[in-house]
């Protein structure tokens, strides 16, 4: 079953078709797609000694990419070109991944040591866990607002 399909637009909340359970749908596929981004950026990084700047953009590059990709791949599975999924995604995605890595990286740098921490400290996993699931919680009421506008995830929808 198709990620979308989780959360099909029913209207549970008095009909302006945004529920909480379609928010967190919407919020965990963005969250997969960030989550592989960042997780890969922080180990690239880290490994290969980069400064702390140029490890947060490379990670914050690496969700926006993985996180179209996921959308993209499903809804050129329903027939689009590769053109038209990746305007789906810019629409669906954009506003969701920003949001999320702002959060999760503000929490990162936030956390003493967090930046500085090898791969194999638990301060580096568990910052990264702590802002991932950090960026979720402040995500979804993001998405719940803009499915409910007819925006972000919504607009994958229409393209069923």
């Known amino acids: 079953m198709d990620t979308h399909e989780h959360h099909q637009m029913t209207g549970h909340d008095g009909g302006n078709g945004a529920s909480w359970s379609m928010a967190a749908q919407a919020t965990l596929h963005c969250l997969t797609g960030c989550a592989i981004g960042e997780v890969l950026g922080m180990v690239i990084g880290t490994a290969a000694g980069f400064h702390n700047a140029g490890t947060v953009v490379l990670s914050i590059a690496l969700a926006f990419i993985f996180g179209y990709a996921l959308t993209m791949r499903g809804v050129i599975k329903s027939g689009l070109s590769l053109g038209a999924a990746f305007k789906v995604a810019l629409a669906a995605d954009t506003v969701s991944i920003a949001v999320m890595e702002l959060i999760d990286n503000s929490v990162i740098v936030a956390i003493p040591g967090a930046m500085d921490a090898g791969l ?24 719940r607002w803009m499915i409910s506008r007819g925006l972000g995830h919504a607009v994958v929808h229409g393209s069923h």
């Open 120 to 143: 194999g400290d638990w301060l580096f996993w568990g910052s990264l866990l702590l802002s991932l699931a950090i960026a979720f919680v402040a995500t979804t009421p993001v998405n």
